[in-house]
């Protein structure tokens, strides 16, 4: 079993930045690739970043890229979501989730944590 918590959502302004981070626990960390995601209300899941078990792969939205990066620290077991230029429709809660599998699909993942609340005011 892999144990998940994020942290670091909260209320920003159009613009503003976010670090989310997502802390694991429980068997080996460091073998798992990881991704976030997020939920709107009356929305799907939909996928926003991942990274792999190595932290040399990456793969990035569309819709945030150039605005969100994704890293991680094994050593740390932390995996950090960095949001900067946030928009309006970034606001949802974003999850964090491990898997061995490499991929965007939100079915694949079989560890979540609880997510945390992001909202961005305009």
């Known amino acids: 079993q892999v144990q998940l918590v994020e942290s670091g959502g909260g209320l920003v302004q159009v613009g503003g930045s976010l670090r989310l981070s997502c802390v694991t626990s429980?068997?080996?960390?460091?073998?798992?690739?990881v991704g976030w995601f997020r939920q709107a209300p009356g929305k799907e899941r939909e996928f926003v970043a991942a990274?792999?078990?190595?932290?040399?792969?990456?793969n990035t939205a569309d819709s945030v890229k150039g605005r969100f990066t994704i890293s991680r620290e094994n050593a740390k077991s932390t995996v950090y979501l960095q949001m900067n230029s946030l928009k309006p429709e970034d606001t949802a809660v974003y999850y964090c989730?491990?898997?061995?599998?490499?991929?965007?699909?939100?079915?694949?993942?079989?560890?979540w944590g609880q997510g945390t609340q992001v909202t961005v005011s305009s």
């Open positions: 989730a491990a898997d061995s599998r490499w991929s965007e699909n939100p079915y694949e993942f079989d560890y």
């Open positions: 990274v792999s078990w190595s932290g040399y792969m990456t």
């Open positions: 429980g068997r080996t960390f460091s073998r798992y690739n």
